[in-house]
């Protein structure tokens, strides 16, 4: 005949209660080395109190760990938020004096959105740097090529990062291309150049000169020393007067992000939010 095995659960775990004939074992209550507590008889009030007990102790030990972890990850966040604080000063940004180190300060710091103009560009560039370099691979080809390999030599040849927005990309500008004549697409994923395209080279891919972070601080300083402390954007149209290449918003970021530096390592002085000058 089987014998009736109650449970109580919390959150310390399940507690099983052993229950056995009275005339059988003698009766007797105690917590076992797997902290279940197991009884010889239905559980008295002394028994709930014992189950409460281990419950309790072992809620403490989770408050007591997570705690820890809470007082670990404010000390963190703490930190990151004085970061932020200093490097908006270093780009003369006002972060506000009432702002929390909850309140994220990360849409304060970023530059200006990009116009559509800008983004339309920058996006029509990157397609033709993309079609030269392919043109590149499959010039003097008479076989078509596979875009699985045109990627690879993309990849290893032309310096591309082999990410799956590549692949999809290079397919999709293939495709594109394919419907405009520019390709003639020779089986499923086959391409090679259309004959009109074979018969007339390419020009080669124009990439935007950079210069060097010391040719940089050359024109600040030269700027700088001409006209007196000057605000960043009139800073940077200078820089631009001056041969340096600004072309969307991500030369003005690079830019900015100098300016922001030389101010923290003391080469540059801001007497006002977004105005540097020289130090005295």
């Not at 089987?2 to 229950?19: K, L, M, N, R």
């Not at 080279?201 to 000057?230: C, D, F, H, Y």
């Not at 340096?244 to 002085?269: H, P, Q």
Request: a positive charge; proline letters at 4%; hydrophobic letters at 35%.
């Amino acid at each position: 005949m089987g014998s009736y095995c109650p449970q109580i659960e919390t959150d310390a775990g399940t507690f099983h209660i052993v229950s056995a004939e009275p005339t059988l074992i003698e009766e007797s209550n105690h917590i076992n080395g797997n902290g279940a507590l197991t009884m010889s008889k239905y559980p008295s009030l002394a028994d709930l109190d014992d189950l409460i007990k281990v419950t309790h102790t072992a809620a403490v030990r989770e408050l007591g760990k997570a705690e820890k972890e809470l007082a670990v990850i404010k000390a963190r966040r703490d930190e990151l938020a004085d970061r932020v604080k200093r490097l908006a000063l270093a780009l003369g940004l006002d972060i506000g004096t009432e702002q929390s180190s909850e309140e994220p300060v990360a849409q304060e710091l970023a530059p200006p959105a990009a116009t559509k103009t800008e983004t339309e560009s920058d996006s029509e560039e990157a397609q033709r740097g993309l079609w030269n370099d392919i043109y590149k691979v499959l010039d003097g080809r008479k076989r078509a090529v596979r875009s699985s390999s045109i990627i690879k030599q993309l990849v290893l040849k032309m310096g591309y990062e082999d990410t799956q927005a590549l692949r999809n990309n290079v397919h999709n500008s293939m495709s594109r291309w394919a419907r405009s004549n520019r390709l003639d697409k020779r089986g499923r994923g086959l391409f090679k150049l259309a004959s009109e395209q074979a018969a007339e080279p390419q020009p080669k891919r124009q990439r935007r000169p950079r210069g060097s972070s010391k040719n940089l601080w050359t024109l600040v300083e030269a700027s700088i020393k001409e006209s007196g402390a000057m605000r960043a954007n009139t800073l940077i149209d200078n820089l631009e007067a001056l041969g340096w290449t600004i072309n969307g918003i991500k030369d003005r970021k690079t830019v900015y992000n100098y300016l922001a530096t030389w101010a923290l390592e003391g080469k540059l002085a801001r007497p006002e939010k977004g105005v540097y000058a020289l130090p005295a």
